[in-house]
């Protein structure tokens, strides 16, 4: 089967796309796609540690503890030992990290509306539940 027939080189080729243009929206901001993330996640969960921070973002552990490694030398997010878990850190922004993260958000909300506008409201109802489908097919399919 030709590449350019297969599902997966159109969704790859619609994931960089967006990743690109989340790219080019934050640099203002000072901000990766995935500081971006890990700010997004802290700021609707605050204390989660970096093992559940890194499952939502979709990232290894390793890579989310650089993330937040570079977050932290930057002053946007604070980690301290967990009340009764004295090996887990709890992440948290700081007042900079809010302000940082809200302005980020403003400019990634741009490029989601401008991807939304692009579809009717029954279209992206479809493309969601598509979506949905190939990565509730995809999690359960093992390679042999």
Not at 76 to 81: A, D, Q, V
Request: proline share 6%; charged share 25%; glycine share 6%.
């Amino acid at each position: 089967m030709p590449a350019s027939e297969r599902l997966g080189s159109s969704i790859k080729l619609a994931e960089r796309a967006l990743q690109g243009a989340k790219h080019a929206a934050l640099k203002p901001a000072g901000l990766t796609v995935p500081q971006y993330a890990a700010l997004l996640f802290l700021s609707e969960k605050p204390g989660i540690s970096a093992a559940a921070l890194a499952r939502s973002c979709g990232v290894t552990p390793p890579t989310m503890n650089t993330v937040l490694k570079n977050l932290q030398e930057r002053g946007l997010i604070e980690r301290t030992p967990h009340e009764w878990h004295r090996n887990v850190l709890e992440t948290r922004l700081t007042d900079q990290g809010r302000a940082v993260m809200n302005d980020a958000d403003a400019r990634a909300i741009r490029v989601e509306r401008a991807l939304a506008a692009e579809f009717t409201d029954e279209e992206r109802a479809t493309l969601v539940a598509l979506l949905g489908r190939c990565a509730t097919l995809l999690d359960s399919v093992r390679p042999d």
